[in-house]
T-cell receptor, first 114, second 111 residues
Framework: GAVVSQHPSRVICKSGTSVKIECRSL??????MFWYRQFPKKSLMLMAT?????????EQGVEKDKFLINHASLTLSTLTVTSAHPEDSSFYIC??????????FGSGTRLTVV | GQQLNQSPQSMFIQEGEDVSMNCTSS?????WLWYKQDPGEGPVLLIA?????ELTSNGRLTAQFGITRKDSFLNISASIPSDVGIYFC???????????FGTGTRLTIIP
């Protein structure tokens, strides 16, 4: 139980285009999901908290207009990287929790902007 | 954002050796979590600790929640090749769903 599915696992896009990443909780409902960014050999940095039915909460320094988050249902949150540039290339990971404790992570999305 | 300090940053050990790593914070946390991340994958939860002083095992893994609530350690006994990866600690405060991650410990097993 407590599976979080992330799609796609890898995506290559041209500079200036937008990319959407999906995060689904498969066997539980998640009113809150989290989006992280991870650079090579670095730790996970929280980008934003995705709240079902309301606006996402962004961490300091994260551009909300660049990283659009939509949490339209209790099982799906999406992260759209708008007008992507090479510096947006990174590993993006989502997470959700079926209970008060313990978070399950998706398998991540490797974004490469060329 | 804030990060927890993990040490060592990397470890090179031989198969069969025991491993010990720790995580320290300037802040108090109410929950400590230990995750393992394989290349190109998301972190997988290994052990969760909810009480100061708590010692919890999961197979060959043992973790403890420091009594000051500002630190935690993870031990791996009799390491095997599949233990290779990056280990992250994470702290969580009561009433705050956010996790703060450690800087990570990269474990490599030397043949």
């Amino acid at each position: 139980g407590a599976v979080v599915s992330q799609h796609p696992s890898r995506v290559i896009c041209k500079s200036g285009t937008s990319v959407k990443i999906e995060c689904r909780s498969l066997d539980f409902q998640a009113t809150t999901m989290f989006w992280y960014r991870q650079f090579p050999k670095k730790s996970l940095m929280l980008m934003a908290t995705s709240n079902e039915g309301s606006k996402a909460t962004y961490e300091q320094g994260v551009e909300k207009d660049k990283f659009l988050i939509n949490h339209a249902s209790l099982t799906l949150s999406t992260l759209t990287v708008t007008s992507a540039h090479p510096e947006d290339s990174s590993f993006y990971i989502c997470s959700a929790s079926p209970t008060q404790f313990g978070y399950t992570f998706g398998s991540g999305t490797r974004l490469t902007v060329v | 954002g804030q990060q927890l300090n993990q040490s060592p940053q990397s470890m090179f050990i031989q198969e069969g050796e025991d491993v010990s790593m720790n995580c320290t914070s300037s802040s108090i946390f109410n929950t400590w979590l230990w995750y393992k991340q394989d290349p190109g994958e998301g972190p997988v939860l290994l052990i969760a600790l909810y009480k100061a002083g708590e010692l919890t095992s999961n197979g060959r893994l043992t973790a403890q929640f420091g009594i000051t609530r500002k630190d935690s350690f993870l031990n791996i006994s009799a390491s095997i090749p599949s233990d290779v990866g990056i280990y992250f600690c994470a702290g969580q405060l009561v009433g705050n769903e956010k996790l703060t991650f450690g800087t990570g410990t990269r474990l490599t097993i030397i043949p």
